[in-house]
Nanobody, 115 residues
Framework: QVQLVESGGGLVQPGGSLRLSCAASGSIFSIDRMGWYRQAPGNQRELVANIRSNTRTDYADSVKGRFSISRDNAKNMVYLQMNSLKAEDTAVYYC?????????WGQGMQVTVSS
């Protein structure tokens, strides 16, 4: 069984930065795809970024150039560095692990960008 625990969310001013962390426990394999999704009120959950075992990354167009995803397979960690944050980045952020067709999710944490 896989468990994902997020940390690092909170309140930040526009233009600021946050680093989200996700600790994975259980049977984790380097081939698993890991990533971050977010959901704002009234919106569907959307992909923010993901990273594969070969370090290939994908980003939503809205965060390209501002966010950076990375992973440490030895520590079973995935990170999301968020820079130049905007009000529209406000959402609940979820850590995700995909193995084949199965998705595992963290509990989610709030990120609020506001002055």
């Amino acid at each position: 069984q896989v468990q994902l625990v997020e940390s690092g969310g909170g309140l930040v001013q526009p233009g600021g930065s946050l680093r989200l962390s996700c600790a994975a426990s259980g049977s984790i394999f380097s081939i698993d795809r890991m990533g971050w999704y977010r959901q704002a009120p009234g919106n569907q959950r959307e992909l923010v970024a993901n990273i594969r075992s070969n370090t290939r990354t994908d980003y939503a167009d809205s965060v390209k150039g501002r966010f950076s995803i990375s992973r440490d397979n030895a520590k079973n960690m995935v990170y999301l560095q968020m820079n130049s944050l905007k009000a529209e980045d406000t959402a609940v952020y979820y850590c995700n692990l995909r193995r084949g067709v199965i998705d595992y999710w963290g509990q989610g944490m709030q990120v609020t960008v506001s002055s």
